[in-house]
């Protein structure tokens, strides 16, 4: 039960105030589990989204002018609310997204960490002094907002994803629009109405609902006064939006897509092999660009994993978010579900065997079994896309020098993880992997001091930490003759 029923919000943010779209139009909001429609937010126009970039140019002056300490007392007050509202916002977020309750709770306290962290590193924002090149000359860089920023996130964090970017923006000084996945709208309009409550001058951060994506995105790259812009979404769409950037050499973050390897090395504990590569797989049912995608077992565990994996994964329960005891909610929309039908009918069609899942739940909809597949080689889909769902292919492999090949044979470098013992195996597969993340030993990876972040095609920047601030600043060098 909700406590605070205003929470749900069906009107958009724009520059501190709460409004319908011009057009009347709206945008259904569906509940995955069940199919039913649970909320209309405004569909805005690009005019309406221009608005809101207006309005951040304009708040975003004052709020730079403040102190580093104010703009984080602000900040630490949002937190306070949004932690303060935890159950609230976890069941606005279940029941729009679908994930169980238990890892909705935990998603708001993972996103507020993110506006505590920053709220703290706003003080730390510091320059530096170099010795000048001349007797006369003084040579000060400090660092200053970068002016707006424009962010667009998916659905599978519908919080955390946008807290990790509002909150280095604000804190650094700048204005922040955010156009919420049109899938999971209502939880950017919770924070938008928390951060209200918690002193956020109007007009400083927006939050845009909208069904029109492209023209979203080409209005924050087209429009002058935004400054940076930062995506989290698929690697297709970064490319897009790159190439939009362009135009105005705008400075961009982006976190794409991954396919993370999980290796499983002879001398690895097997089943703390199983707890990670439960938590890393299924978490959020697949849909994490940082769930394991291929699973490389080395050949003298591999048949002893494959069985401890599979009794693990029957305890799994699917069910709705809200139910008592679900692990594993519904998938997000029927597009999802078929990624993980054709990408396992394609390992299938090339050799693998099925061990467990494989089809459809019972109670039909967007909910599938969880499936591990044997017997997966490199020439299938799975090998080089991301499946987004519930589907585990267990390879094979001999040779340490073959698996790290193969971990790395792909345009992706986001997270990557392994379990081994060996000492000088650990160290050298850890740096061998091509990829911004690695776990060793767990499959947990995630936490606002740690930068988060891909190489290669995967993206640019990274986000927590106190280098997830930096993005938001622009660096100034100031030459002084005295
Ligand atoms: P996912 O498969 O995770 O939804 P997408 O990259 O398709 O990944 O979508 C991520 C976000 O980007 C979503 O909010 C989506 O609506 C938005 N989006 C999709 N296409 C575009 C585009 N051409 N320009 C801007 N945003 C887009």
Redesign the pocket.
Known sequence: MLTRADLVCEDAFVGGKWVQARSGDTIDVINPARGDVIARVPDLSRAEVAEAIASGETARHDWAKRTAKDRAGVLRKWFNLMMDHQEDLAIILTAEQGKPIAEARGEIGYGASFIEWFAEEAKRIYGETIPGHQPNLRINVIKQPIGVAAG?????FPNAMIARKVAPALAAGCAFII????LTPLSALAMGKLAQEAGVPDGLFSVVTTSD??G??KEFCENEAVRKLT????T???R??LKQAADQVMKCSMELGGNAPFIVFDDADLDEAVTGAIACKFRNNGQTCVCANRIYVQSGVYDAFAEKLKIAVEKLQIGDGFADGTTLGPMIEAKAVKKVENHLADALSKGATVITGGKPHKDGGMFYEPTIVTGATQDMAVATEET?GPFAPLFKFDDVDDVIAQANDTIFGLAAYFYAKDLSRVTKVAEALEYGIVGVNTGIISTEVAPFGGVKQSGLGREGSRHGIEDYLEMKYICMSV
């Open positions: 667009i996130t998916p659905w599978n156009r919420p996945s049109e994506a492209s979203t995105g995506f989290t979404g698929s297709q769409v970064g897009i939006l987004f």
